[in-house]
């Protein structure tokens, strides 16, 4: 089955250490792309990546970092977390060569920080 | 750089009305658009995509279409029913460098018993 899987789902931390959520996807896409979703404000582009060890900054990268050393997995850290990065994360995967161009999404991993 | 609206922001309706969900875009170099269903706190799942060389699709009781020229995209649900009660999100991928995809504020439904 075709799918993006996040962990954790629900993870409650504190003020500063250090987190890691990860993203992968079976379908041997090329993009893969992280997001985070508030009250008001949508679906905000954090981070995304072309390819392997090609990864850009979206509208709002500041606080987190990520990697790409390979092409089914994209990990989303925040190094030293604040309270301002509470939300609710979502990964998403498409291909990039031609149509159908779908975005695929994981379940969400829902952040809240202390 | 790309803007996506949707109106309206909410709408509530009795059961077994039809009804219309609009979602604007200010850039038409674009691969497709996508419509997803979202329930409160939950993940996203797409009910359509609409490639920029087709001018609609349908899925049962939905039907979304898209003028490319006038950056515009309509989701039409028949027979509202209250399972379709969420929010609804239009997303569009930008053809240029990135292939970014920007989404909409959404559009909250409510459909009434």
């Known amino acids: 089955e075709a799918q993006v899987t996040q962990n954790p789902r629900y993870l409650i931390t504190v003020t500063g250490k250090k987190l890691t959520v990860t993203c992968s996807q079976n379908m041997n896409h090329e993009y893969m792309s992280w997001y985070r979703q508030d009250p008001g404000l949508g679906l905000r582009q954090i981070y995304y990546?072309?390819?392997?060890?090609?990864?850009d900054k979206g509208d709002v990268p500041e606080g987190y970092k990520v990697s790409r050393k390979e092409k089914r997995n994209f990990p989303l850290i925040l190094e030293s977390p604040s309270p301002n990065q509470t939300s609710l994360y979502f990964c998403a995967s498409s291909n990039t060569g031609g149509e159908p161009y779908e975005q695929y999404f994981g379940p969400g991993t829902r952040l809240t920080v202390t | 750089k790309q803007e996506v609206t949707q109106i309206p922001a909410a709408l509530s309706v009795p059961e077994g009305e039809n009804l219309v969900l609009n979602c604007s875009f200010t850039?038409?170099?674009?691969?497709?658009l996508q419509w997803f269903r979202q329930d409160p706190g939950k993940g996203l799942t797409s009910l359509l995509l609409?490639?920029?060389?087709?001018r609609e699709q349908t899925s049962g009781r939905l039907n979304a279409s898209l003028d490319k020229s006038s950056g515009r995209s309509t989701l039409y649900i028949a027979a509202s029913q209250p399972g379709d009660s969420a929010t609804y999100l239009c997303a569009v991928r930008d053809s240029g460098w990135g292939q970014n995809f920007v989404f909409g504020p959404g559009t909250r439904l409510s459909v009434l018993p």
């Open positions: 850039d038409s170099a674009i691969y497709n």
């Open positions: 609409i490639q920029s060389s087709q």
């Open positions: 990546s072309m390819n392997v060890e090609v990864t």
